[in-house]
């Protein structure tokens, strides 16, 4: 081996290292915000429940997603020695935070909440003299906290979001091109750039006397197409009322769909249809981390509904931005209550036969996406609703289903 890639694979442990430690450094931070001042606060009465719930936020959130990705990291690296791995040449940073990538959300909604946080931690501050006798004393009496006060660990997350495009940046220089987590790492930059790009554009339209932004060290951010589904992947999680650790999309991406008046549009072909431009989003619910399969592939993203662990899917139409907003279109479409089907004959739309209601017939902007919509679609629907193990996974007897459709 050459002395500059022998030097490569050193920097490249350094900086994985650097990662699994400053993460560990930033949950340790997390629970001396809970441990060494919320608990003693909630046990003392100093602060009501409401009180606590704006000052601290979604700080146990934040811990409970630290200690799992943190746990993640350390057993990726820790595999890696005991197999000989001495490099971490097998420890693929980029796969685990896009595995984790739903850590982002929850950041998003510390840093939405800290300026209200801050604010009503100054004005208890004045009105409760035992508070601020208490948050002096453990400053300057408590060891663990290193002198610091509550406001600088609570800056803790603001910090940590902020950091993970420079950590991923520097594990990437030194990451060869065809390394198997070269693509990822350069995703997961840019997945975790569009939240703080996000998270600033929310800040902005929220208020709230905010004067601080979070650096998302991206140029041209407002054309990433990534901000525009951050905003319509929260519009559908709040329509479909999923919570985020179970919740994967998919697929998402722009369509046309049409409602056929009766079942000949077949015969007529789609150009008798009229179509309507939507932004939609294929969405899967799938168990917790500690419920799933030991079997379960570690991306999730391969076999069918019941080897994926779906346990629930539906199809989100969301209208072009109207009033600056993203609204839905519709209702989610069910997919434990849908048939899809394809004609060979047209190959240009797919059906979506919603058994208790309406048809829809669906669209994108070549073949070739619209079968990939066609393919995961169906996917994700074969194994959700009971009646599928009847009839031969017919909801009907009238419904007629031609051995001619895919």
């Given at each position: 081996?050459?002395e500059?890639?022998?030097?490569l694979?050193?920097e ?7 990662f ?7 949950g340790?931070?997390?629970r001396?915000?809970?441990?060494e001042?919320?608990c ?13 719930a704006?000052?601290f936020?979604?700080?146990?959130e ?13 057993d ?5 020695f ?6 971490l ?37 004045k009105?409760?003299e ?34 993970y495009?420079l ?15 070269a ?8 997945r ?7 998270i ?26 990534e ?14 009322g999923?919570?985020?650790?179970t919740?994967?999309?998919?697929m ?11 079942g ?13 431009n ?53 209702e989610?479409?069910?997919l434990?209550?849908c ?7 047209c ?9 208790r ?27 959700l ?10 909801p ?11």
């Amino acid at each position: 081996m050459c002395e500059r890639c022998s030097k490569l694979r050193t920097e490249r442990k350094e900086a994985i290292l650097e990662f699994l430690n400053t993460e560990s450094s930033y949950g340790e931070d997390l629970r001396i915000i809970k441990e060494e001042f919320y608990c003693p606060m909630q046990s003392a009465g100093l602060l009501t429940a409401d009180q606590l719930a704006v000052v601290f936020a979604n700080v146990q959130e934040l811990i409970d997603v630290n200690d799992r990705f943190t746990e993640h990291l350390q057993d990726s690296i820790d595999q890696a020695f005991d197999q000989g791995d001495d490099d971490l040449l097998t420890v693929y940073i980029g796969e685990v935070f896009l595995e984790f990538v739903n850590m982002l959300p929850a950041f998003q909604t510390y840093c939405l909440q800290q300026s209200t946080s801050v604010n009503m931690l100054n004005t208890l501050e004045k009105e409760k003299e035992l508070l601020r006798i208490f948050l002096d004393v453990s400053q300057n009496d408590n060891t663990a906290l290193r002198r610091m006060n509550l406001r600088s660990f609570l800056m803790a997350p603001l910090q940590r979001v902020t950091k993970y495009p420079l950590l991923l940046s520097r594990i990437m220089k030194v990451t060869p091109e065809c390394h198997p987590d070269a693509a990822r790492l350069r995703e997961a930059k840019s997945r975790v750039e569009s939240h703080l790009e996000h998270i600033n554009m929310k800040t902005k339209q929220e208020g709230n006397g905010v004067t601080w932004s979070l650096r998302s060290f991206r140029r041209d951010s407002r054309k990433n197409r990534e901000v525009i589904n951050i905003e319509m992947r929260e519009v559908s999680m709040k329509t479909v009322g999923w919570a985020r650790e179970t919740t994967r999309f998919v697929m998402e991406g722009p369509l046309q769909v049409s409602q056929p008046a009766d079942g000949q549009w077949v015969k007529k072909g789609s150009k008798a249809l009229k179509f309507q431009n939507v932004q939609s989003l294929l969405m899967v619910r799938t168990p917790r981390t500690s419920e799933a399969p030991a079997e379960a592939g570690p991306r999730g993203d391969q076999g069918d509904g019941a080897r994926d662990g779906i346990q629930d899917g539906v199809l989100v139409l969301i209208k072009d931005k109207s009033s600056g907003k993203f609204t839905v279109l519709r209702e989610p479409i069910r997919l434990g209550n849908c048939v899809v089907s394809a004609d060979p004959e047209c190959e240009d739309t797919f059906e979506v036969l919603d058994i208790r209601r309406e048809s829809f017939v669906f669209r994108a902007s070549d073949k070739s996406r619209t079968q990939q919509w066609f393919h995961q679609i169906k996917r994700c629907t074969r194994d959700l609703g009971a009646w599928r193990k009847r009839r031969n996974a017919l909801p009907n007897i009238m419904i007629n289903t031609n051995q001619s459709r895919s």
